[in-house]
Nanobody, 117 residues
Framework: QVQLAESGGGLVQTGGSLRLSCAAA????????MGWFRQAPGKEREFVAR????????YYADSVKGRFTISGDSAKNTVSLQMDSLKPEDTAVYYC??????????WGQGTQVTVSS
């Protein structure tokens, strides 16, 4: 089972910035897309952003458009999420995810992001 290793996250004040990074541990792994999801306490996991390698197109949840930027390297199976203008409602555990060309998903263990008001 390929593993995704996440880094970044932490505690920041409202209006601050954080950067999350993620990399697939297996060099031979080939992903069709990579992205980020988040789960706040008491809520379901939700989509945040993703990047499709075949087109280099990026997609964002409406709640983060204009504030978050996803980028990555398909050859290295790495993806980052730059989060600016953070709000308390962005507080959640953020999960890196990747989908291979057979539509199978793998997930990171999650990293906590806390935005204080």
């Amino acid at each position: 089972q390929v593993q995704l290793a996440e880094s970044g996250g932490g505690l920041v004040q409202t209006g601050g910035s954080l950067r999350l990074s993620c990399a697939a541990a297996e060099r031979t792994y080939s992903s069709a897309l990579m992205g980020w999801f988040r789960q706040a306490p008491g809520k379901e996991r939700e989509f945040v952003a993703r990047i499709n390698w075949s087109s280099d197109r990026t997609y964002y949840a409406d709640s983060v458009k204009g504030r978050f930027t996803i980028s990555g390297d398909s050859a290295k199976n790495t993806v980052s999420l730059q989060m600016d203008s953070l709000k308390p409602e962005d507080t959640a555990v953020y999960y890196c995810a990747a989908q291979d060309w057979q539509s199978n998903w793998i997930w990171g263990q999650g990293t906590q992001v806390t935005v204080s008001s």
